[in-house]
């Protein structure tokens, strides 16, 4: 098909979730036809599907064709240009929402280098996957929004950063970030390293060793301290029972708190208390 053409659908837009496709679209552009210099509000992406054309940014200009994505963000002075003698075709969503950053972040774009080449095929149908299907109703647009997900789910599955230094640190600072967050809430209840492991997305044997590697200590070990912890604040700030203030610390089991109290602070729970009373009374 060669002839010039342009299909694009807009989509219903529901500002409750968090990410949404806005437009999409696909469209054979004539010889040089142009967009820009200017700027949009929301992201899009464009996947070309043949012919060629320049995408043009503040750093740089990147000569495209047939399997490259490029990315537009918000508010940056952009333009793009078909090529004069073989102008390309290409497939185009516009999408925005809290995550979009976070995970666009997460692939191998950049703000240097808003291109990817030579997309795999998993990523083409993605594309292809959103745009052959309209969003004009609530349900619709919240299905689209989940294509969305699987696309960008494809380019960071894709990325070459994602086996970097910097994006293992990040992902490792994240999980312990989850896994602390997690013993903060629930450890009044009962809690095990699975349960802790599960919260952040992980195997017990990865939150193992990021634990060991990154706070050199075991996630038991943490959960016991931050336990211990809290009882320690119960016994100096409280005139609960040492009962209450076991329950109310994640245990169960006056006879193994006062154990696992003593180890830790070399005092049991009732000697502690009479050390550190606070001027609570």
Not at 188 to 207: G, K, M, Q
Request: a neutral charge.
């Amino acid at each position: 098909m060669n002839e010039v053409f342009k299909h694009s659908v807009k989509n219903y837009s529901d500002e409750g979730i968090s990410m949404s496709v806005t437009y999409s679209g696909h469209e054979k552009c004539s010889s040089g036809q142009r967009w820009g210099k200017g700027i949009r509000q929301q992201y899009v992406l464009h996947l070309v599907v043949s012919g060629k054309g320049i995408y043009n940014t503040p750093d740089s200009s990147f000569e495209l064709s047939a399997g490259d994505m490029f990315l537009i963000r918000p508010y940056t002075e952009i333009e793009y240009y078909a090529n004069e003698n073989d102008p390309w075709e290409y497939l185009w969503v516009n999408f925005t929402g809290t995550d979009a950053e976070s995970l666009l972040k997460r692939t191998d774009f950049t703000p240097e280098c808003p291109v990817i080449r030579c997309c795999s095929e998993e990523i083409r149908n993605a594309m292809t996957d959103i745009v052959s299907n309209a969003g004009t109703t609530r349900y619709e647009a919240t299905a689209l929004t989940g294509r969305l997900y699987i696309l960008l789910s494809m380019l960071m599955k894709h990325s070459h950063r994602k086996n970097s230094r910097p994006a293992r640190e990040s992902e490792k600072r994240h999980i312990i970030k989850v896994a602390k967050d997690f013993v903060a809430t629930n450890y009044p209840v009962s809690v095990s390293v699975e349960d802790i492991a599960a919260a952040a997305n992980v195997s017990r044997t990865t939150l193992f060793r990021i634990f060991k590697s990154e706070l050199n200590t075991t996630p038991v070990d943490y959960l016991t301290a931050y336990r211990i912890a809290q009882a320690k604040t119960l016994l100096t700030q409280t005139e609960l029972s040492i009962t209450a203030v076991a329950r109310s610390s994640g245990y169960e089991d006056n006879l193994y708190f006062s154990r696992v109290f003593r180890k830790i602070t070399g005092f049991t729970p009732t000697e502690y208390r009479n050390c550190n009373k606070s001027p609570y009374e």
